[in-house]
């Protein structure tokens, strides 16, 4: 079993500035990807950022220049610094993995979420 655990969320004003942090354990052979996603209230969970065991990061484009996504891969643990937050952007952020596992499965796990609000 692989359980991820977030932390960080918390009330924000519009243009400040929020850092998300999850943290993996449990039987990890290996992570192959890391990631970051938002579900606002009645929408459907969404990408907002995903970065590789190499480095390599992908990023939904309306937080382009704003959201930076980082590993820290001997930890197990990936961050998202999140700037010029928008009210919209409130929402619950999901951290999610997918790797090996020590038996040589595959998983893809997901934290239980962290509350952001963007509000003034």
């Known amino acids: 079993q692989v359980q991820l655990v977030e932390s960080g969320g918390g009330l924000v004003q519009p243009g400040g500035s929020l850092r998300l942090s999850c943290a993996a354990s449990?039987?990890?052979?290996?992570?192959?990807?890391m990631g970051w996603y938002l579900q606002a209230p009645g929408k459907e969970r969404e990408l907002v950022a995903v970065?590789?065991?190499?480095?390599?990061?992908l990023y939904a484009y309306f937080v382009k220049g704003r959201f930076t996504i980082s590993r820290d891969n001997a930890k197990n643990t990936v961050y998202l610094q999140m700037n010029s937050l928008k009210p919209e952007e409130a929402a619950v952020y999901y951290c999610?993995?997918?790797?090996?596992?020590?038996?040589?499965?595959?998983?893809?796990?997901w934290g239980q979420g962290t509350q952001v609000t963007v509000s003034s």
């Open positions: 970065i590789t065991s190499g480095g390599t990061t």
């Open positions: 449990g039987s990890i052979f290996s992570i192959k990807a």
């Open positions: 999610n993995a997918e790797g090996v596992t020590t038996l040589r499965f595959d998983f893809g796990s």
